[in-house]
């Protein structure tokens, strides 16, 4: 899959980031330890098919980063995990001035309790009408098309 990220900067504590801005940041340097729920593989691999085709669609959030140019992740960490499927060197992010960890679990837990989750007849639905479009889009992917790897 097509990495579509640039190089890192190579000091991204160097210049401060402005606090909710779109930036990008290096992958290597989000921690993603102490999270609440960990990261379900099979969602991250579907995100990063997603990612290689679209893009991402949306940045994660972090806290400032330290001064070795770390910073926590606050949500979003299975785009982190796609995006390191992919080998992207960098993700799309944003930066929160929150140092509270209570404020920034409460971020964390409110982004993952308001997300709509899928119905499985949703899921099934979209599932459908995901592979429909694909195959007018890339018919040669069909399985029994020749050429076709599935």
């Known amino acids: 899959m097509a990495a579509r990220k640039p ?6 504590a160097a210049a401060a980031p402005e ?11 989000v921690r993603r330890d102490n999270r ?7 969602k991250a691999e579907m995100l990063a098919i997603s990612m290689a085709q679209q893009g991402q669609q949306t940045p994660i959030w972090l806290t400032l980063p330290d001064a070795e140019g770390y910073a926590d992740l606050v949500m979003g960490g299975h785009r982190v995990e796609a995006a390191m499927i992919l080998g992207w060197s960098s993700i799309d992010a944003r930066h929160t001035a929150e140092t509270d960890r209570r404020k920034l679990r409460l ?6 309790l308001a997300r709509v989750e899928l119905t499985a007849l949703d899921r099934a639905i979209h599932l459908a009408e995901r592979k429909r479009i694909h195959l007018e889009l890339y018919p040669e992917s069909a399985q029994g098309t020749a050429g076709a790897e599935a």
């Not at 606090?19 to 340097?29: A, M, N």
């Not at 609440?36 to 099979?42: E, K, P």
């Not at 971020?107 to 993952?112: F, R, T, V």
Request: aromatic share 6%; net charge negative.
């Open 107 to 112: 971020m964390e837990i409110d982004e993952n």
């Open 7 to 12: 190089p890192a900067s190579p000091n991204p």
């Open 19 to 29: 606090v909710g801005s779109i930036v990008s940041f290096p992958v290597f340097k």
């Open 36 to 42: 609440l729920r960990a990261v379900d593989a099979a």
